[in-house]
């Protein structure tokens, strides 16, 4: 199997789906790996570094493209909705796509890569089971956001976090306030707890109260009751407006106290719940601080905006959405051990198999064979379900799949 990695091209993106360290356990199995040239330099990782471990360096996109079997990618089209419709015009049919889709977000796009007949996996739908954690790339990423989110705020934040006693005064703890406690929002809690920060947090699944207390912070508890609180793998579930009002009442309070905000509230698939209103971002005190995670999923705050910082009400308020690529040198790192040990999983003995019984790889294939194959795509686009027998059909070959046999028209 031969594996290409191009160069990320979404603006500003500096991640990279493989680093180095990996490559020897991608080659151990029997696959030959192809980079872009600078593929890896903007996340420290130079080629020279690659070719160490056997990659060969390619200077044309469409080269790397129309010599893989599979390509790694980490916003692919559908996550990449500024340059990814041109990497469209490169996919062949049968050629293995791996990287975040956004299948959910833009089913259309997951629709066009079906018509190229690539085989796609969109690595955020990886499920949250035990077995599969090593492979969960939505979480590494989350973690590296709730990491950053409260560094930027401290950075922003015209207050210190820490409580210190000096002789010239005591200056007071800032108080920050995290809105889901989900990866994300668990290790904004860690961050900003080891910055010295008063912190206390909120969550409408009950499980997370547990974890939240653990990791030294008060669990923020309203008197709501969520029906179904919690939906599969963990995530929670989409509430009504009349519940979301009402915890707005409830939150105010708590939001009005709070020196730092940092929200993570998200439903897969659908528009992130406003959480904060421009009432309550007018009640905290001038200098406060507010990160949005779901920005790009129309914010938890209701004055924020997608990929600006802006301030309302003397109140920063921060709709960055690729934190986790600010950090690109670990963050290419994680990403580069999940989609690894994800790739791993699917080959045996240079071929990918697809095993539509086991839920990792049922969850994570959204095309083949010129559908879209994911149920909940599928739907998300008002198409039928498919039949077993569609999805049924013969492993896809790697390097094999040249000479003529599987899939002949891999390439």
Do not use: W
């Not at 056997?54 to 692919?76: N, T, Y």
């Amino acid at each position: 199997m031969i594996i290409g990695v191009p160069k990320e091209s979404f603006p500003g993106e500096q991640r990279v789906a493989l680093v180095p360290a990996v490559l020897p356990s991608l080659a151990k199995a029997g696959c030959e790996v192809l980079m872009e040239a600078g593929a890896g330099e903007a996340a420290l990782y130079p080629d020279a570094a690659y070719v160490e471990k056997g990659v060969r360096i390619v200077a044309s996109r469409h080269e790397l493209f129309a010599s893989a079997d599979a390509v790694f990618q980490v916003l692919a089209p559908g996550a990449n909705d500024r340059t990814g419709r041109t990497d469209l015009l490169l996919l062949k049919r049968d050629q293995v796509l791996i990287g975040f889709l956004r299948p959910l977000g833009s089913p259309e796009t997951v629709q066009e890569i079906a018509a190229t007949g690539a085989t796609a996996f969109a690595i955020e739908l990886m499920p949250r089971i035990t077995r599969a954690q090593s492979m969960d790339a939505l979480s590494s990423m989350a973690t590296v956001a709730g990491y950053k989110a409260v560094l930027h705020a401290a950075n922003i934040l015209p207050r210190m976090f820490p409580m210190l006693m000096t002789a010239a005064g005591t200056v007071t703890p800032a108080r920050v306030l995290i809105v889901g406690a989900g990866v994300a929002g668990l290790q904004a809690i860690a961050t900003a707890r080891r910055l010295g920060a008063v912190v206390s947090a909120y969550d409408i699944r009950p499980a997370t109260k547990e974890e939240v207390r653990s990791l030294g912070a008060r669990f923020v508890e309203l008197p709501l009751e969520a029906a179904d609180a919690e939906g599969r793998g963990g995530y929670a579930k989409a509430q009504d407006e009349s519940f979301y009002r009402r915890q707005r009442e409830l939150l105010a309070r708590v939001v009005a106290e709070s020196d730092v905000v940092i929200t993570t509230a998200m439903v897969p698939g659908r528009q992130a719940p406003v959480l904060i209103t421009a009432e309550m971002v007018a009640s905290m005190k001038p200098g406060s601080v507010i990160v949005d995670l779901a920005a790009e999923r129309g914010g938890n705050c209701e004055l924020t905006r997608a990929y600006e910082t802006i301030v309302g009400h003397g109140v920063t308020i921060i709709g960055e959405v690729n934190l986790a690529g600010s950090v690109p040198h670990h963050a290419s790192q994680m990403y580069a051990r999940n989609i690894a040990a994800f790739y791993l999983y699917l080959v045996k003995s240079g071929a990918l198999e697809l095993n539509l019984d086991d839920e990792i790889t049922r969850d994570t294939l959204v095309t083949r064979g010129g559908e879209v194959v994911h149920p909940r795509v599928r739907e998300a686009l008002k198409l039928p379900p498919l039949g077993v027998s569609a999805l049924a059909e013969e492993p896809l070959r790697g390097t094999d799949a040249k000479k003529g046999e599987g899939a002949s028209d891999a390439v």
